[in-house]
């Protein structure tokens, strides 16, 4: 039993032992409901003010049987209010209170659905990349990331309706399900596609079988940790300048520069022109690497197409290298 219940049902013991004790006066001694309540508060508390009258005998035993029941009700009430103090369940409940005021405060943020290995790595990117995400995770003791105060957690199951409106899942731009088990996050993934038409989800893969079915779910992108895991290790073993460069664009080497997603909002002196005659090399110092189209298509410099004659459009979204400062000078163009 946790701190709380046993404070609880201490409570409860206490407030029926002075229920018992005013009824009991009141039949054994005839007396008034309000003399009775006095009488059971001040034989409970044992501070010795004068009784309301004499008592009879039945009355003598019936006052032994409260001192005995009453006092140990309180010493109860006492050390389970110490215990739930001193275990920190009162620090968890405020915490848990002002986690549900910051998650309803949200918006455009992400869910990441499990916190395990997967989930964890995730999370920490999130953070580095100071994106808003909250948490959802069946037991949150068991979570590496619960020592972090800046992490909203939702304790409860991914695949519950209700847990997904309490991480804010109809305000939330994107969902992660990054569950143990194939099936959860194939039911993460409708539950949260009906929920919310409009988010982007991702969904974890451990079986090859299982990426057609999350898209029949409504999963935007399936990716399998074991499969990836795989890939890189063989580049790694083949193509390692590779490797370290693409660690580089990540953003997970030493070097500032990385790789971002920039979207052409109405408006940009970028729309209608072409790649080469936007001249944002010189202007931005980013490096242009594709341009992918609404429809989805990527324009990229390959031996039958030139990336420098690609027209861009309203809507498109520019995948460029830079570093920080690069990237939101061409941010500023691009968003009119």
């Not at 005839?30 to 059971?40: I, L, N, P, R």
């Not at 039945?58 to 006092?71: D, E, K, R």
């Amino acid at each position: 039993m946790s701190p709380l219940s046993r404070f609880l049902l201490s409570l409860g013991l206490v407030v029926a032992v002075f229920i018992a004790g005013t009824v009991g006066y009141t039949v054994v001694e005839g007396w008034s409901a309000f003399q009775s309540f006095y009488m059971t508060v001040i034989t409970v508390a044992t501070v010795g003010f004068r009784e309301m009258g004499d008592l009879s005998r039945a009355g003598m035993w019936f006052t032994i049987s409260l001192i005995i029941f009453g006092v140990g009700a309180v010493g109860y009430a006492v050390s389970s209010l110490t215990a739930l103090i001193v275990e920190g369940e009162i620090q968890d409940i405020y915490r848990g209170r002002k986690m549900e005021s910051a998650i309803a405060k949200l918006r455009d943020h992400y869910i990441i659905c499990g916190s395990g290995v997967v989930g964890r790595e995730v999370a920490l990117e999130f953070q580095q990349e100071k994106a808003p995400f909250v948490v959802v995770e069946r037991n949150i003791a068991a979570s590496e990331l619960r020592s972090d105060p800046d992490i909203l957690f939702v304790e409860g199951d991914a695949t519950d309706d209700e847990v997904l409106r309490k991480a804010g899942i109809d305000r939330a731009k994107g969902l992660i399900s990054a569950l143990r088990e194939d099936a959860d996050n194939v039911f993460v993934t409708l539950t949260a596609r009906q929920l919310n038409p409009g988010l982007r989800i991702i969904a974890r893969a451990s079986e090859p079988g299982t990426e057609s079915k999350l898209l029949r779910a409504g999963a935007d992108r399936v990716v399998s940790p074991y499969q990836i895991g795989g890939r890189r290790m063989a580049f790694a073993a083949l193509r390692p300048s590779v490797v370290d460069f693409l660690d580089v664009v990540m953003g997970h080497g030493p070097s500032p520069l990385r790789v971002e997603d920039i979207p052409v909002k109405a408006g940009s002196l970028l729309v209608g022109r072409q790649v080469r005659e936007t001249d944002i090399g010189q202007r931005t110092g980013a490096i242009v690497l594709g341009v992918q189209g609404a429809a989805g298509l990527c324009h990229l410099s390959t031996p039958g197409a030139t990336l420098a004659t690609t027209v861009i459009q309203e809507g498109d979204v520019l995948i460029v290298l830079g570093n920080e400062s690069q990237i939101d000078r061409l941010k500023e163009i691009a968003q009119g």
